[in-house]
């Protein structure tokens, strides 16, 4: 037995897994009355917000069976539907699946309250005969068999992946079952995926409570409430005859910080004073902090430019160097460090060291000086241009608290400091200098870079136990349709 397609290619079915008896390979031609994709109509013709039809794209398509129309919902009028071709319109009960990814193979059912759609060219129609139920092959071209076979046989075109509408006609064997037993194993796999879903979704809040509980501890600890100030255990302590308590306040630091920052001043011209920030719209700090700026506490520079025409009269040879991607909000992603060619100097001169402070120029908002601390994780490395570094003066100062700081409450600043474009930003160097930064007591730094350790630590354990949990429901879900479009007659696997 085979299935054909206009090519002459076909699936060999003896091949396949053996099926019960009454059970038979088939392919969507087969049980099908329509299997065809869509198109799109001018850009003039589609808009968002309440129309006549709705329009699906890809984005409305998941990978659970059901349809989510409130993911940036679009319509047509009712006579640009009209208009378009038989093959785009889609109606309650029909089967979508898009052919263009990543990810390949998410599949929906149109409900019942979508009473006509229309679908894009990235979408394929499946209209089912008497013989199949809908849900039976929403679910089949959910399993992995197809899923595999779906991303085996997919070009890639410009970082996209496609599936011709051929293939999804003629080249995915469905196991059918008889229609009572079709009725059955539906039943079932939405009881399973039911309580699976609900799981799922308690997982989603615990990530989402643990994302909020970190966003706290990092707003507390930047606010002084995480553990007890300097201050306060200065006056719990009982003074003596021949001592007084005493510590060193965050004002006392910042001069040792100016004093060592005019040692080092290597620049032309006369020695400048870094400006002191305008406190007036800042919040009131704890007992024993100072505001003051990025500038005050270190150099700061820009990184290497990427050039292909670059020309160098020097020696020269090939360095890991840091870009935006890289530097992310509270840690660095250094799963792909790409190499650029310069010279011994500019390598000396922009050398990472343990401690410096990472922030990005920009690109999308979202990116806008968010950062981390470089900790020495590769023997050599620069950094690109897009990415700033703050070298502080002092070790007394921690490089953890500033750059937790700058990416909690500093976002607001580098947002109504920098540039925008659409849907772009980039703040400046000198903006950055100005950045203002509250500085703590050195010894209450140590225990709040401390607690928050401790604390993200176990955040972070949790994290992963939820990560793992999620991967679990994935692969019970597919354990679920394993089971179900093999013939088992106990269609649930353990949960």
Known sequence: MSAEIATGEKIDTTLLPKLPDTWRWVVPSEVC??????????????????????????????????????????????????????????????????????????????????????????????????????????????????????????????????????????????????????????????????????????????????????????????????????????????????????????????????????????????????????TANLPALPEGWVWTTLDALGEIKGGITKDQNRTHIAPVRSVPYLRVANVQRGYLDLTEVKEIVTTEDEIQELALKPGDILFNEGGDRDKLGRGWVWNGELPECIHQNHVFRARLHVAELNPKLVSWYTNTFGQKYFFDEGKHTTNLASISMTKLRGLPVPIPPPAEQTRIVAEVERRLSVIEELESVVTANLQRATRLRQSILQRAFTGYRNVPCNL
Request: hydrophobic share 40%; glycine share 6%; proline share 6%.
């Open 33 to 278: 009355v329509t299997v065809a994709s869509g198109s799109t109509p001018k850009a003039d013709q589609m808009f968002s917000g309440k129309g006549d039809v709705p329009f699906l794209k890809v984005y409305n398509l998941t990978q659970s069976g059901d349809l989510d129309f409130t993911v940036k919902p679009t319509y047509i009028t009712r006579a640009t539907h009209e208009g378009m071709l038989a093959r785009s319109k889609a109606f309650p009960g029909d089967v979508l699946m898009n052919i263009v990814g990543p990810p390949l193979g998410k599949v929906s059912i149109v409900p019942s309250h979508i009473r006509e759609a229309n679908i894009n060219q990235a979408i394929v129609v499946f209209r089912v005969s008497s013989e199949i139920l809908a849900g039976y092959l929403a679910f089949a071209l959910l399993t992995k068999s197809v899923l595999d076979r779906l991303t085996s046989r997919a070009k890639a075109t410009a970082g996209q992946f496609n599936i011709g509408v051929g293939m999804c006609r003629a080249l995915l064997p469905i196991p059918l079952a008889p229609f009572h037993e079709q009725q059955r194993i539906v039943a079932e796999i939405e009881k399973q995926f039911t309580r699976l879903e609900a799981g799922v979704k308690a997982l989603r809040r615990v990530q989402a409570n643990l994302k909020r509980y970190r966003a706290a501890v990092l707003k507390a600890a930047c606010e002084g409430r995480l553990v007890p100030t300097e201050a306060e255990l200065y006056r719990s302590q009982p003074a003596t005859e021949n001592s007084q308590p005493t510590y060193e306040t965050g004002a006392e630091l910042l001069a040792r910080i100016l004093a060592e920052r005019l040692k080092k001043w290597r620049g032309r011209g006369e020695y400048k004073e870094p400006a002191a920030p305008d």
